[in-house]
């Protein structure tokens, strides 16, 4: 089964410095058939002003995995790490037994994020960070490992949850699979460019909330950018 949901549907609020789409109850926006999909807790898509971003602040017990569509996001933590993700690249935080960090948009242009939010595997652990570039060349025309907590996933970003973040660019025309499992759930986004997912037609921004489909195909109606979340 897979449920369109439709960009201009989602939750959100535009905060002049801070235009935040939410795929999922978050903030003040709240739907009760819309609270989390498995394990998976938030998808925000946010737009950051220039010289603008979210400053000091707590969490705990949370995955965040930040995938940067448009400019550059930068980091700081109360660990002591610093750090700018540009656009393609994929930062995440595990927050553990507790950490403050800021983002903030430090270019001269919008900066685009997808914000994913995963309930971890287990809780209390050490708090951590990480970022990695992941080229748009290595994903043409298939599905590349972003981040993941499964073993013998490689050089992806590693989480600690039963999840696995993917990603793939694809020319109009092209297609690619992916072998979700028919127990496991899935939510794909387009970052840009219409696809059909199973035959199902998504535009650029729409969620697709998938279960029980053990294959998705997905195929390019014009160049596309994919960002699919396999949950538990």
Same mark, same amino acid.
């Given at each position: ?6 960009? $201009?549907? +989602? ?35 946010? $737009? ?34 610093? %750090? ?5 690249? *994929? ?18 242009? +919008? ?32 599905? @590349?490992? +972003?981040?993941? %907590? ?15 973040? *993917? ?6 025309? $092209?297609?690619? @699979?992916?072998?979700? %499992? ?6 794909? *986004?387009?970052?840009?460019?219409? @696809? ?10 729409? %969620? ?19 960002? +699919? *979340?396999?949950?538990?």
């Amino acid at each position: 089964m897979i449920e369109r949901r439709p960009f $201009e549907s +989602l939750g959100g609020a535009n905060h002049g410095w801070l235009n935040a789409k939410h795929h999922f109850s978050f903030a003040n926006y709240y739907d009760p058939a819309r609270m989390s999909w498995g394990n998976l807790r938030v998808w925000n898509d946010d $737009e950051i002003a220039a010289g603008s971003g979210f400053p000091p602040h707590p969490h705990s017990d949370m995955e965040i995995i930040t995938y940067v569509r448009e400019g550059a996001i930068t980091h700081e933590d109360s660990l002591g790490n610093k %750090g700018r993700t540009e656009a393609g690249d *994929v930062q995440v935080m595990s927050a553990g037994t507790g950490i403050r960090h800021a983002e903030y948009n430090a270019e001269p242009i +919008l900066t685009r994020i997808f914000q994913i939010w995963i309930e971890p595997t287990k809780r209390g652990e050490a708090p951590a960070w990480g970022a990695k570039p992941f080229p748009k060349g290595d994903r043409a025309g298939q599905f @590349v490992v +972003l981040a993941s %907590g499964f073993e013998g996933d490689g050089d992806a970003l590693p989480i600690r949850t039963d999840a696995r973040i *993917v990603g793939a660019t694809l020319k109009a025309g $092209e297609s690619a @699979v992916y072998p979700l %499992g028919a127990t496991r759930r899935g939510y794909l *986004v387009p970052a840009i460019g219409e @696809v059909e997912v199973n035959g199902v037609r998504l535009n650029a921004r729409d %969620g697709a909330a998938i279960s029980n489909e053990a294959t998705i195909t997905v195929t390019a109606v014009n160049d596309a950018e994919i960002v +699919l *979340v396999d949950a538990a």
